[in-house]
């Protein structure tokens, strides 16, 4: 396999200026011909024109309307002697019907959609498929007008009618220059639901949510989620939507989330079709976000693109930013955005830390790959978004809009890098931190690891100072051995003995300066002090307040200053943070003290002050249902391996379990009390109040199960499945459903098949339900057996990646003590799995691949065994590119 460098990059040697495709649409062959006008690059040396092509059948190319010579190099169709301006024919056909790759065109539920990017659109036709070569398209599609009555393509119709035959065609222009990866087709047999909009600047504008027939009434909330994007870039960075229609169409059949062709998104049905019989509250705001994400990649990602796939955070970290600053501006009220603050947190810890940490540690710039399809990553996507925060912390709200403007004035219309951004939003707050420190900032950009901040106070009574020394450091990461300080924000507030925020004035300065009791300090060298004066008493120090950068905290907290915290921190993040170290703590001295078996759990008692402390946030008059159900959640499997040298997830599970099942007996009177104040939501809304009200609800249902289960009472068992047979909501409905599975209770084999009666002809639903069966916790060995008994079912199907996902992925990734087995069943499973998908889709088997990501931190005899499972893989013969560079990484 080849390795593809960031330092060799180098101009195309020609543009493309227009690009002119007409289809013949047709499952077993269809016909492409392109025309495009090219123009050689004069910055360079003269050079053959070398254009990307893959499983295409070539039948003609021709040169100003002359037949031509070339050669394949490779997949490369290459072209010698040719003039500096000239117009390419090339006719080529594809099988869509073949193609289960899912990338370039491909037919789902008797439709076509494409997929292009990163590299499909060569998959399509031969061109220089790179993000820096931008046209101008014009698309004609032609096809039987009864199978496929809707044709769509980017940008606008210009004209549309019948052909001989029944067939039908309709010819689309876009008004706007873009790379390949940005281009679709659709075409099938959908329906529309259809709103007219206004902008703020008066302009008309028609939105459309495209799905198959019977899905129009799951609609609404998509449609909803786009007139709120529209409205909020207008509203927050002054970015109009620049076309006069914008469509959505959603595929049950796509390798990941949605796609932001311009003015044509092509989603995944999960992040479009929802109502509330058949979707959750976490559907209903997964929804919102990817909308929204798709959505403002028309500025960030299209308007401006890349100039390369290493800079490919420049439009996926800016844009995870915006869409999380979305979500938290639609909550409204600043306990529900900070909820939404903790949930992104949380994903970032439990998958991007671990990512950094491993073989696939990569910068958010990365300097080489082998595959790009194997980049798209939690550390592009979701560190990517911190350092693009961390950027607003140090200009400010309004600065970084403000940056935001100069980076469009500067690159409207072109592919840039990461750098040209960082540049934009230093160069528009010239007084700023990140201007100053900006060659050092970038470091974010080039550096991997997750960098650890370690903190230690020091009390001057006499003087009455409080000394905070912050120092960094960071891991070596695969290839990178030394790593520079990082700019570092640290959000700090001082808790005095009455749990208030306390004045923050440091030494040399005249006065006190903060804003709601937090000041934010910048921790540039390896280490540095700070000295808070003017403090009567020893305060307690809530550090990194909002989570104002990626990195480890380390501070050694007394249980005393956790509880205080949890019970007064005005900074919700840290506050919910206090709760997470308290459990942290506990799982891991259980953890290291367990002698004997995985199931001797003795250590694991919770001890008093803890169960008090989650006591008084369930009781808390004043906290948000969402955030008390956020606090009494335990840190993940995953989250308390990261925190181990050493791991025994088999160990890790059962301490986690007999937390649970303490907070679960312990706590039985609150739990009913939770229950009975939250359970009753009136008319569902999926907004941020009542959906908290039903999270904690349903954690307080499972609680109460497990303890049932525990002192063999029927009450609450039966309550909750009477709760699932007449829930009005699909969020109750199921959380009465997985209480039921996950506390092992009998009564979960009937509800869930009558889960599935109810719902056998919703897709997504189904999905839900073979993902809950493979989730559960694992009770001595069972869920192996399951997820093989449960690929038999006729509902499974390899070749939807959905469906596999909420199988072997939810296995293999979601449910560690189940999937790492003593016997190492589930990892001879895995590498089954890993190699059957490769053959059919080599994105959802590379994703499957990285399940043993952190093999070499597991405890003997799983490490020897997932090594040996890991070889398997990657001994077997024509691997695609995407699953060798995972398995290849893994075993460097
Ligand atoms: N840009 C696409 C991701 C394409 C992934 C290709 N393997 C979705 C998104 O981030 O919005
Ligand atoms: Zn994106």
Redesign the pocket.
């Known amino acids: 396999a080849v390795t593809i460098n960031r330092a060799d990059y180098t101009a195309p040697a020609y543009w493309i200026d227009t690009v002119d495709l007409c289809f013949d649409l047709d499952p077993a062959k269809t016909r492409v011909l392109n025309k495009m006008k090219l123009r050689r690059n004069t910055d360079l040396p003269v050079q053959a024109l070398k254009l990307d092509g893959e499983e295409l059948n070539l039948a003609r190319v021709l040169v100003n309307g002359q037949g031509t010579s070339f050669k394949m190099e490779g997949k490369q169709l290459v072209l010698d002697n040719l003039p500096d301006e000239f117009e390419l024919e090339i006719f080529t056909t594809t099988c869509p019907a073949k193609n289960t790759k899912l990338m370039g065109l491909y037919v789902s539920n008797d439709s076509f959609f494409t997929q292009c990017?990163?590299e499909g659109f060569r998959r399509i036709t031969y061109f220089l498929d790179r993000p820096d070569v931008m046209a101008m398209y014009t698309v004609t599609l032609r096809a039987d007008s009864t199978k496929y009555p809707v044709l769509l393509s980017n940008g606008n119709l210009v004209d549309s009618g019948k052909l001989e035959d029944g067939r039908h065609f309709a010819k689309w222009v876009d008004p706007h220059k873009k790379p390949s990866y940005l281009f679709a087709l659709v075409a099938g047999q959908l329906v529309s639901r259809e709103q007219r909009i206004t902008s703020r600047a008066g302009k008309e504008h028609t939105l459309q949510v495209y799905v198959r027939p019977g899905d129009l009434d799951k609609t609404e909330h998509a449609m909803t989620s786009l007139m709120h994007s529209v409205a909020w870039d207008e509203a927050r960075f002054g970015l109009p939507l620049d076309l006069e229609r914008f469509m959505i169409v959603a595929t049950s059949d796509f390798?990941?989330?949605?796609?932001?062709n311009k003015g044509l998104n092509i989603f995944n049905t999960k992040y479009v079709l929802a109502n509330q019989a058949t979707a959750t509250d976490v559907d209903f705001s997964n929804i919102e976000s990817v909308v929204g994400?798709?959505y403002f990649?028309n500025w960030t990602g299209n308007r401006v693109t890349c100039r390369d796939w290493f800079q490919l955070s420049l439009k996926?970290g800016l844009?995870v930013f915006r869409d999380q600053e979305f979500s938290q501006d639609l909550c409204g009220e600043a306990s529900a955005r900070a909820v939404k603050r903790i949930e992104d947190v949380r994903v970032l810890r439990t998958a991007q830390f671990p990512e950094d940490a491993g073989p696939m540690s990569h910068p958010v710039r990365p300097d080489s790959y082998v595959e790009i399809?194997n980049f798209?990553t939690v550390t592009i996507y979701e560190k990517g978004a911190e350092v693009v925060r961390m950027m607003q912390t140090l200009v400010g709200r309004d600065g970084f809009a403000k940056g935001m403007t100069l980076y469009f004035e500067r690159h409207d219309g072109h592919a840039v890098t990461c750098d040209d951004f960082a540049q934009a939003i230093a160069d528009a707050n010239p007084q700023s931190e990140l201007a100053r420190l900006l060659p050092q900032f970038k470091r974010w950009y080039s550096q991997a690891g997750t960098p650890r901040v370690s903190a230690q106070g020091v009390y001057d009574a006499a003087a009455g100072t409080y000394t905070l020394t912050l120092g960094q450091n960071c891991a070596p990461t695969t290839g990178q051995g030394v790593k520079e300080p990082f700019v570092i924000p640290v959000g700090l507030g001082l808790l005095g003995a009455d749990g208030k925020d306390l004045p923050l004035q440091l030494s040399g300065e005249p006065e006190a300066r903060s804003t709601n009791g937090t000041r934010t300090v910048v921790l540039t060298q390896a280490s540095e002090t700070f000295t808070f004066t003017g403090i009567v008493a020893e305060p307690v120090p809530s550090i990194l307040r909002g989570f104002t950068a990626p990195v480890v905290l380390e501070f050694d907290y007394t249980d005393a200053q956790l509880l205080h915290l949890l019970a007064h921190d005005s900074d919700p993040f840290n506050r919910w943070e206090a709760g997470q170290r308290l459990a942290v703590n506990r799982a891991l001295s259980a953890i290291k003290s367990i002698a004997g078996s995985a199931s001797d759990t003795g250590a694991a008692a919770l001890d008093d002050a803890y169960i008090e402390a989650m006591r008084q946030v369930l009781r808390h008059p004043a906290l948000d249902a969402a955030f008390k159900e956020l606090v009494l959640t335990l840190p993940s499997e995953t989250y308390l391996a990261e925190q181990l040298d050493t791991v025994d997830p088999q160990r890790i599970h059962a301490v986690r379990e007999a937390m649970r099942q303490q907070l679960a007996t312990r706590l039985h009177a609150d739990w009913e009390t939770v229950y009975a104040a939250n359970h009753d939501t009136g008319a569902y809304t999926p907004d941020a109040v009542s959906s908290g009200r039903r999270a904690l609800a349903g954690m307080a249902l499972t609680h109460l199960c497990l303890a049932a289960v525990a002192s063999g009472d029927p009450v609450w068992p039966g309550k909750t499945l009477q709760r699932f047979k007449d829930a009005g909501n699909m969020t109750d409905r199921f959380n009465a459903l997985a209480a039921l599975v996950s506390s092992g209770h009998s009564l979960a084999a009937q509800a869930l098949q009558s889960f599935h009666a109810m719902f056998k002809d919703e897709a997504l639903v189904i999905d839900k339900w073979f993902s809950l069966q493979v989730s559960a916790p694992d009770r001595g060995g069972n869920i192996l057996p399951a997820v093989k008994q449960l690929m038999k079912h006729s509902d499974f199907s390899l070749r939807n990646p959905n469906r596999a996902r909420s199988v072997i992925s939810t296995y293999c990734q979601g449910n560690p003590a189940g999937f790492h087995r003593a016997d190492a069943a589930g990892y001879v499973f895995w590498s089954e799995r890993v190699i059957e998908l490769d053959a059919i889709n080599p994105?959802v088997a590379a994703r499957l691949a990285r399940a043993l990501d952190r093999w070499s931190k597991l405890a003997e005899p799983y490490r020897s065994a997932a090594r040996e499972a890991i070889s398997r893989v990657a001994a077997k013969a024509d691997l695609s590119k995407d699953t060798l560079e995972v398995v290849t990484r893994a075993l460097a």
Request: aromatic content about 6%; glycine content about 6%.
């Open positions: 990017e990163a390798n990941m989330g949605a796609m932001e994400h798709e990649h996926e844009t399809s798209y994105q």
